[in-house]
């Protein structure tokens, strides 16, 4: 079995499965990432970061969610206007509003998004178009060498914001966890999908999951990106097959009773 046949095992494991139509629905969702985002989102790419940066480090979803749906998250943060968030003191909103965000775990976010604030300023990078057209990353994988160019894409963003010191963003998996939300041709490789790619045969299997080297990490999204441009589907429905599959707490509601680990 090749690593393509044990991804199209994977699938269908997941299709027999399937929950309707929910699952169908987040299909569709993901097939149309980025323009769902830069609605929702309102092109504010702070907003997206800000987001990403309070789930972050295991803060429980379900209260972050609930944190972010209501309008105090936005309130708190000055509606993410950027002019007006760079320059707050994060310690202002940790004396007077830390009581409604402990469903993000860790005060050190709040200056880290505040840091965002004030470099994407700096930079001139501040709404979701902005990625698109200063970085010059293809939204979609037609051939074989749009993969090459996302890398090679990638890689210059990844070292602009280790220059940076972009807060959570420097990090080779949480850029990318980025991109894949804001639509980019990219899967995420978190623990789950590392998880699966050991099972695969993609990397080596490991006790802990976090000890994966970014070159090893980057062999499983691009292989996902390979798989996808042959089985024509988007890496982000990919991604989510991988999380099903790998019992990933959020996703089993796409479907109905217990999926073995295996192939």
Same mark, same amino acid.
């Given at each position: 079995?090749?690593?393509?046949? *044990?991804?199209?095992?994977?699938?269908?494991?997941?299709? +027999? @499965?399937?929950?309707?139509?929910?699952? #169908?629905?987040? !299909?569709? /969702?993901?097939?149309?990432?980025?323009?769902?985002?830069?609605?929702?989102?309102?092109?504010?790419?702070?907003?997206?970061?800000?987001?990403?940066?309070?789930?972050?480090?295991?803060?429980?979803?379900?209260?972050?969610?609930?944190?972010?749906?209501?309008?105090?998250?936005?309130?708190?943060?000055?509606?993410?206007?950027?002019?007006?968030?760079?320059?707050?003191?994060?310690?202002?909103?940790?004396?007077?509003?830390?009581?409604?965000?402990?469903?993000?775990?860790? *005060?050190?976010?709040?200056?880290?998004?505040?840091?965002? +604030? @004030?470099?994407?300023?700096?930079?001139? #990078?501040?709404? !979701?178009? /902005?990625?698109?057209?200063?970085?010059?990353?293809?939204?979609?994988?037609k051939t074989?060498?749009?993969?090459?160019?996302?890398?090679?894409?990638?890689?210059?963003?990844?070292?602009?914001?280790?220059?940076?010191?972009?807060?959570?963003?420097?990090?080779?998996t949480t850029?990318?966890?980025?991109?894949?939300?804001?639509?980019?041709?990219?899967?995420?490789?978190?623990?789950?999908?590392?998880?699966?790619?050991?099972?695969?045969?993609?990397?080596?299997?490991?006790?802990?999951?976090?000890?994966?080297?970014?070159?090893?990490?980057?062999?499983?999204?691009?292989?996902?990106?390979?798989?996808?441009?042959s089985r024509?589907?988007?890496?982000?429905?990919?991604?989510?097959?991988?999380?099903?599959?790998?019992?990933?707490?959020?996703?089993?509601?796409?479907?109905?009773?217990?999926?073995?680990?295996?192939?």
């Open positions: 079995m090749t690593v393509f046949d *044990k991804l199209d095992t994977i699938r269908a494991k997941v299709d +027999a @499965k399937r929950n309707e139509p929910l699952f #169908s629905e987040e !299909i569709r /969702s993901l097939e149309n990432r980025y323009q769902t985002t830069v609605t929702s989102e309102q092109n504010n790419l702070l907003r997206v970061m800000a987001k990403l940066i309070c789930y972050s480090n295991n803060a429980p979803s379900d209260k972050v969610t609930q944190l972010i749906d209501s309008r105090k998250f936005e309130r708190i943060f000055h509606d993410f206007e950027l002019t007006a968030l760079a320059k707050e003191d994060p310690e202002n909103i940790i004396d007077s509003e830390w009581h409604n965000l402990t469903a993000i775990r860790f *005060k050190k976010k709040i200056p880290a998004i505040i840091r965002c +604030a @004030k470099l994407l300023q700096d930079g001139g #990078s501040t709404t !979701i178009e /902005s990625i698109y057209s200063g970085n010059k990353l293809p939204v979609e994988l074989e060498s749009d993969i090459d160019n996302f890398w090679l894409c990638f890689d210059l963003m990844l070292a602009k914001y280790e220059k940076q010191e972009m807060p959570h963003f420097k990090n080779m850029l990318l966890h980025l991109l894949l939300h804001l639509g980019f041709p990219c899967v995420k490789p978190d623990l789950i999908v590392m998880k699966v790619a050991a099972l695969i045969g993609l990397v080596p299997t490991r006790e802990n999951l976090n000890t994966y080297r970014p070159v090893e990490r980057k062999i499983v999204v691009k292989t996902i990106q390979q798989y996808c441009l024509n589907i988007k890496p982000a429905v990919m991604d989510l097959y991988f999380l099903v599959f790998g019992g990933q707490k959020d996703s089993l509601k796409y479907v109905n009773g217990f999926i073995p680990f295996s192939i």
